[in-house]
């Protein structure tokens, strides 16, 4: 279904018409929002590392953000864009918002996790979760720009979207950032573990080494995250974990995230690190993999620079793992099911 944005205001009575599935009724609700008068838009962030909270968008940051994705991604007036993401999260409602500020022609559907099945169009740009990429590998040749997000992409699917045409960008942003403020080309001859900022975003870091975000175009005051960064230059950051995941083993501190990084290549099963109480350690690194038990060997020069702290203590099994609706793990939650390797 296209809305054609290039034109100006869409008509909304002639959408409500066409609106009548839920996930179209939000989109409908969201642009009744978008086109009156008041300065603001109420949203709830996503929840992904606490609970949901309703937070107000000043219009205008929200135009400025769409202004700056359309000057790094080059999307001119009647460009077409995909909406695929569920429209309940500011991923969605900032690219409606590109649309509208920016002229787009914006084809929307349901969102599944296989956004181009029965789909025979193509596009200048979309923007997916790692999910929905997995699932429409075979047709991505017909989007031009991808950014993917919500999640972390695996080492594996970074690898294979080498061998591909798109321009693939990983994003880091936030609802309170309304949505990206950093991109990582993550293949092609100008790809980087680094994920650089866009133009007019300050970048730093506090005491414990966390993100720190301010823009006069995106927000009122200053943004502290609890994202562990590590800063290659004053607009260039990797990611590391969240500070709320640090493990303190033994005095040695672990960031799950950065280590689960470099044992992807030695499991094929989805896993994640986390930690018990340990009367010795303090705290001690666990493993937990989604279905059912097998043996899992790791070799031990893997361990030898790292140290045995960084060595799981115990191996954990549960069926499936919990999840946010972009494909996060849900760790303590999932955390709560855990039963012990058989010994």
């Known amino acids: 279904m296209w809305i054609d944005f290039s034109k100006g205001a869409p008509d909304l009575f002639e959408l409500k018409d066409r609106f009548d599935e839920k996930w179209q009724q939000i989109i409908f609700s969201f642009l009744e929002q978008w086109y009156d008068k008041k300065p603001f838009i109420l949203t709830s962030t996503s929840g992904t590392t606490g609970k949901r909270k309703e937070i ?182 990797k990611w590391m974990g969240r500070y709320d995941y640090l493990i303190n083993s033994g005095g040695i501190k672990i960031i799950p995230e950065e280590w689960e990084a470099k044992l992807q290549g030695f499991i094929s099963r989805r896993f994640f690190l986390s930690s018990l109480a340990d009367e010795a350690l303090g705290e001690k690194l666990i493993m937990i993999v989604q279905g059912n038990s097998f043996d899992i060997k790791f070799p031990d020069e893997l361990f030898k620079e790292a140290c045995q702290f960084y060595k799981p203590k115990e191996i954990y099994f549960v069926s499936k793992f919990l999840e946010t609706p972009t494909g996060k793990i849900r760790r303590e939650e999932t955390l709560s099911q855990i039963h012990p390797l058989p010994s």
């Open 56 to 237: 107000s968008l000043k219009k205008e940051y929200m135009r400025n953000s769409a202004r700056m994705s359309g000057d790094f991604f080059k999307l001119a007036k009647g460009s077409t864009a995909l909406l695929c993401l569920s429209p309940e999260y500011i991923a969605a409602k900032m690219m409606l918002v590109r649309s509208a500020v920016l002229g787009l022609r914006l084809y929307c559907v349901d969102p599944s996790s296989e956004p181009l099945r029965n789909l025979d169009l193509s596009f200048d740009f979309a923007a997916m979760v790692p999910l929905q990429l997995f699932n429409i590998f075979s047709d991505i040749h017909r989007i031009k720009k991808l950014l993917v997000g919500g999640a972390p992409l695996t080492l594996a699917m970074e690898e294979l979207l080498q061998k591909i045409h798109t321009a693939c960008y990983a994003s880091y942003g936030m609802t309170e950032t309304l949505s990206h403020i950093a991109l990582r080309r993550i293949n092609g001859s100008d790809k980087s573990l680094w994920y650089t900022s866009l133009p007019g975003i300050e970048i730093g870091v506090d005491h414990r080494k966390c993100l720190k975000i301010f823009s006069p175009l995106l927000m009122d005051d200053p943004l502290q995250t609890n994202d562990l960064v590590r800063l290659q230059a004053p607009d260039r950051f």
